[in-house]
């Protein structure tokens, strides 16, 4: 039986994938990594594109928005290898994960663009709240 690890996949809303693989292929910031078990512990970030895993000799797809992978490696035990990442999805036809990819970034760009209007609202809230404490303080010198 080939060696395996644990590779979990995790959005903030659920968690995609819990498994154990013989092979991951994953794109991070500085070019493709293959990750095999005894790999050493690394973090790194991932870019947005598919990544591959190899479980009982056949390739599985998954598309992930760009996020974080950690291998972690115990002395006892086989590698497990977390990625958390804003979106993910499984799937074996990769024109489909291409599509469900850019679903996601235009997802999370709209996401993105709804919590900084909101942010902006309520800083101009604390601000308008401020002035108006201010008038409400006498500024000049206290008598007691």
């Known amino acids: 039986m080939a060696k395996m690890m644990r590779l979990e996949i995790i959005t903030p809303d659920e968690i995609v994938l819990d498994t154990e693989v013989e092979a991951i292929r994953v794109q991070l910031s500085d070019g493709w990594w293959g990750i095999l078990p005894g790999h050493a512990p690394f973090l ?23 996020g974080t992978i950690e291998v972690q490696r115990r002395s006892a035990e086989p590698n497990s290898v977390l990625v958390l990442t804003a979106a993910a999805e499984e799937g074996e036809n990769l024109a489909v994960l291409e599509h469900a990819l850019e679903r996601q970034r235009a997802r999370l760009n709209q996401v993105a663009r709804e919590a900084h209007i909101e942010f902006t609202r309520a800083r101009m809230a604390l601000e308008r709240a401020l002035r108006e404490t201010a008038e409400l303080v006498p500024l000049g010198p206290t008598v007691i």
């Open 44 to 66: 790194a970030h991932i870019v947005a594109g598919v990544m591959l895993y190899r479980r009982r000799g056949d390739t599985h797809y998954v598309a992930l928005y760009q």
